[in-house]
């Protein structure tokens, strides 16, 4: 038989493809049936914090950070819960990682604030002396994307369900509705009052007088959504 | 005509053995400015914190992955298709015009391509996804230059004299199917402009931006299918394509057993696939799937040795080329590379190994011994057998050859026992507790004592790089500095002069 496909080209094209397309059919199909159900508590990422989540892949922090606690005792005592499938499922795309080196990210919204973020962001070492990271000063300049961010939140809705402005069932048993604005113009407005609350924990002047003057550096939207990282 | 040699033109060839070179080049320093980076923190601000945007470690890193894939490997498979393609079918690129202009469209939109990722990924402008960070337009473009590879690869053998095909064709046949179905699934996405607000606004935001199709773990399991089995079908089977052609050719060797090369082949195309969970070990996805990718993954050891054994084998009983042919060194040693990694791989796949193994430095190690042992010593070692043949001329230094051989072996040596030694003690370190149960150390003692081995391993890289510049130089005074041959050289090994 494989001296015939040898001589057959297109069947033994045929041949190697339905060989290498099986192993996908069996482990990635069932999965998506079933994989993507919310945990309680779960909700959708607000307007900044989307477009904080987007400075945080534009500058691939996932290079060095993961967000993915493995049931493991170190990792539970370093980081906090392990991650469960369902914290998920509005995630696109998934940012686990793959290499740490930094630490994990997944709760550090838990234990770090607003001003550690900021020290941290802008020289690495004033809060993590002998830390490697470089220092990330051009986010305190750059304006964040709201429109995509905006664009995004909508793909969301409408394309994949996620519930914006749906009550959200929550841990303590009461519901949250996350909301997302009709117009663009809404959606900067709602970004802005959003960015006032983060500049108010702030220190450096530049960004409380940018987000003063209705423009939001990059820097309060990642703070925005590292501070949402529970 | 009769009984003459065919004269196959080299043309696109030559074109992608260029870009292997400089692409590689690009790739490689980026790699050793990382290194650096990593044990010297100011060497992100190298060019001045105007440019630290620009020049530091989150901006450069996915540049040196893709380059280094998709430059600098993908070039090479290039390269050798459009040599060892015209060989083996014994049908020449001149003879048909409409494969010429296939090939040319499909170098020079290639280079569009490139350029094109080069000013996305410093502007930042990534779906995050690693080995897929492209966004869609440069997605679809990539589609399109590998079926213009395709048209490429079926169309030579649609007008082949030879029957049968040979094992390298197999190969890169299963390199085009599979790199096909793997970039088209992992990289199903929504352009966010297709969005409408409530108020009626379209357009909103950076056209090029998209979503990922998949969300969370299926996401993960996408993406992981697709990383892993990139590997395979970028890093592996086009390389073994090269070594069935190159090795025998060089050695003047039969290869050793064709049952053996049937076996692996095959083999490989079932196994490969099912590994790709073994990244995604104790993280959220179905335990059954992390299991089979734990377990698939040693099964791969079997087709991966079937064809490195196969290999070593066809040097039976000429050993002493070995010791006489730098060219034949890279290719040995490069299939003793496949070896090991082919078994480091599987060892980091073991459910405890990986706890301790996965997020660390012996990761890197892994891949790096892999990509420069395996696939860079094959891909430098094609090209050292293509040049003399491609541009006629006798090569230019074969002591330079041999210095260069033992440099970058040096390094890579520095480069996987500084990885393996930072990434155990880092593993080791996250999960010490002491007597009380607390951690024994805060993330920052890790971070400093991988210092040592962070420099040792830009030291590694350094030499790597060293030695790909003598080899640039080797082939570029190949091409231009020595007396033009009659014609090609039928049979004359490189090493002849």
Known sequence: MFHWLEKHPFFFAVGVF???????????????????????????????????????????????????????????????????????????????????????????????????HENHMKDPKSVMPSSIMPGYPWMFTNSADIDTAYATQLTNAQFFGVPYNKPVPMKDGSTTVVKMADSLAEAHAMALEEAKKITAKMKDQDVKDAVAAGKIPEIVALIAYLNSLK | MENRPLEYDYTVAKMFMFTTIVLGIVGMTIGVILAFELAFPSVNTILGSGLAEYTNFSRLRPLHTDAVIFGFTLSGIFATWYYVGQRVLKVSMAESKFLMLIGKLHFWLYIIGVAAVVVSLFAGVTTSKEY?????????????????????????????????????????IATFLGIAMLYLFNNM???????????????????????????????????WWYGHNAVAFGFTVPIVAMIYYFLPKESGQAIYSYKLSLLSFWGLM???????????????????????????????????????????????GEWQQVAASPLIKFMVLASTFYMFSTLEGPIQAIKSVNAIAHFTDWIVG?????????????????????????????????????????????????????????????????????????????FMDTVDVLHPYYALRGVGGLLYLVGFFMFAYNIYKTMSSRPVEESELQNASPMGA
């Not at chain 2, 230059?145 to 064709?169: A, N």
């Not at chain 2, 108020?199 to 993406?223: C, R």
């Open chain 2, 270 to 316: 079932f196994v490969y696939l099912w590994a790709g969970g073994h990244h995604l070990l104790y993280s959220t996805v179905p335990d059954w799937m992390q299991t089979m990718g734990s377990v698939f993954s040693v099964i791969l050891i079997l087709p991966s040795w079937g064809s490195a054994i196969n290999m070593l084998l066809t040097m039976k």
């Open chain 1, 18 to 116: 339905v060989v290498i397309a099986f192993a996908g059919l069996i482990e990635i199909i069932p999965n998506f049936a079933q994989a993507s159900r919310p945990v309680i508590g779960t909700k959708p990422i607000s307007l900044l914090e989307q477009a904080g989540r987007d400075v945080y892949i534009k500058n691939s922090c996932n290079a060095c950070h993961s967000q993915l606690i493995r049931p493991f005792k170190a990792e539970t005592d370093r980081y906090g819960h392990y991650s469960l499938s369902g914290e998920y499922a509005y995630d696109r795309p998934f940012l686990w990682g793959s290499k740490r080196t930094g630490p994990d990210l997944h709760r550090v919204g838990s234990y770090r604030t607003t001003e550690w």
């Open chain 2, 132 to 172: 897929a960070e492209f966004e869609w337009p440069i997605d679809i473009a990539i589609v399109v230059v590998w079926v213009l590879w395709g048209v490429s690869v079926f169309g030579l053998i649609g007008i082949r004299r030879e029957k049968s095909l040979y094992i390298s064709v197999w190969y890169y």
């Open chain 2, 189 to 223: 996405e929504i352009p966010t402009m297709l969005a409408t607000s409530p108020a009626g606004e379209t357009g909103i935001g950076a056209w090029y931006h998209s979503i990922s199709m998949y969300a969370g773990t299926n996401d993960a399991l996408v993406q």
């Open chain 2, 366 to 442: 892994h891949v790096h011994d892999g990509t420069l042992g395996w696939v860079g010593f094959m891909i430098i070692a094609a090209l050292y057998h293509m040049a003399p043949r491609v541009f006629k001329r006798e090569l230019y230094s074969k002591g330079l050859m041999a210095a260069q051989f033992w440099i970058q072996t040096l390094g890579i040596v520095l480069y996987f026992t500084s990885m393996w030694i930072a990434g155990i003690t880092q593993g080791m370190m996250w999960r010490a507790h002491d007597e009380f149960g607390n951690l024994a150390y805060s």
